[in-house]
């Protein structure tokens, strides 16, 4: 079974400081996703990377960056982290069959910005 | 990016009942996919139907798919509490790396 782990399932951090939001992926995916996930908005895509070093900016990607120094491993920074951050971040990698993308995803991080 | 819409945007009903949530999209797709979420959990892949097939089935699960009309269909029959869950859409659009998703349908399944 594909796994994708998250390092925290709930986070509270104050306004200004910088959060670090880890994900790894066990089955050697390439691409891998951050998403926010807010009431009555959905999933946003945040940022992706589909190699090592590679990022793509999502439909959200203002006061977020990510890193991807690992193949398994894809960070979201928060660099001064502000309150309207606070949400439901989802990170998932990509399996890439013949004709079609599965994404798995992880439990899920509730990060509390006070 | 596109995105699609989940209708309705909650729906309760008595085990037992069936479950219908419905789908529209914008743009021409190779696949659309239904994912669930437990509450306060990560999504998981339910079933996935091709831009060339019109329904499918998965155990108590039937999908349907109508290009023309840019729309999907997820029934869950007899349903149970246990698919209490939040139903998300999501389209596999040609030339894009990305799944986009929609905002999804609440299911409230009452013993």
């Known amino acids: 079974d594909v796994k994708v782990t998250q390092s925290s399932r709930y986070l509270v951090k104050r306004t200004g400081e910088k959060v670090f939001l880890e994900c790894v992926q066990d089955m050697d995916h390439e691409n891998m996703f951050w998403y926010r996930q807010d009431p009555g908005l959905g999933l946003r895509l945040i940022y992706f990377?589909?190699?090592?070093?590679?990022?793509e900016k999502g439909d959200i990607p203002e006061g977020y960056s990510v890193s991807r120094e690992k193949k398994e491993r894809f960070s979201l920074i928060l660099e001064s982290a502000s309150t309207n951050q606070t949400s439901m971040y989802l990170c998932?990698?990509?399996?890439?069959?013949?004709?079609?993308?599965?994404?798995?995803f992880g439990p899920g991080t509730r990060l509390t910005v006070l | 990016s596109q995105q699609g819409e989940e209708d309705p945007q909650a729906l309760s009903i008595q085990e037992g009942e069936n479950a219908t949530m419905n789908c529209s999209y914008k743009?021409?797709?190779?696949?659309l996919q239904w994912y669930r979420q437990n509450s306060g959990r990560g999504l998981v892949h339910l079933i996935l139907i091709r831009s060339n097939e019109r329904e499918k089935h998965s155990g108590r699960l039937r999908v349907t798919l109508d290009t023309s009309k840019k729309s999907s269909s997820l029934l869950i029959t007899a349903s149970r509490a246990a698919d209490t869950a939040s139903y998300f859409c999501a389209t596999d659009e040609a030339g894009y790396s990305t799944l986009t998703f929609g905002k999804g349908t609440m299911l409230l399944v009452s013993p």
């Open positions: 998932a990698s990509i399996r890439r069959l013949a004709d079609y993308n599965e994404q798995f």
């Open positions: 990377s589909y190699d090592v070093k590679m990022k």
């Open positions: 743009t021409s797709i190779n696949n």
